[in-house]
């Protein structure tokens, strides 16, 4: 799944795009103190890695799904923390 996190932050600005499901969580016991003064957001993303065959032709795409963790500082911005519960979909072709 590290290969999945790594390629997903080369879209970053996508991802943020796309996310849904925005939860808050407090920062609980200032663990983070002023890094975290606000708490922190979580994220559902969805992301896509191509997959290319011998001929470097596009054979299909390996879906994720995932968390992204949001740290809201106290001048009230955003920072990406981490993707975290990423998990490859499985279907069962048509």
Same mark, same amino acid.
Request: proline share 0%.
């Given at each position: 799944m !590290?290969? =999945?996190k790594a390629n997903a932050f080369v879209a970053l600005k996508e991802l943020v795009a796309? =996310? $849904?499901n925005k939860s808050e969580t407090p920062d609980? @016991?200032?663990k983070h103190g002023k890094k975290a003064k606000n708490g922190w957001y979580r994220y559902d993303v969805r992301f896509g890695i191509p997959v290319y $065959?011998?001929? @470097?032709?596009? !054979?299909?795409y390996n879906v994720f799904r995932a968390r992204m963790l949001v740290r809201c500082e106290? $001048?009230?911005q955003l920072y990406l923390y981490d993707l975290v519960q990423i998990k490859k979909e499985t279907s069962a072709p048509l």
């Open positions: !590290e290969k =999945a796309i =996310a $849904n609980y @016991g200032d $065959n011998q001929e @470097g032709e596009l !054979e299909r106290e $001048n009230e």
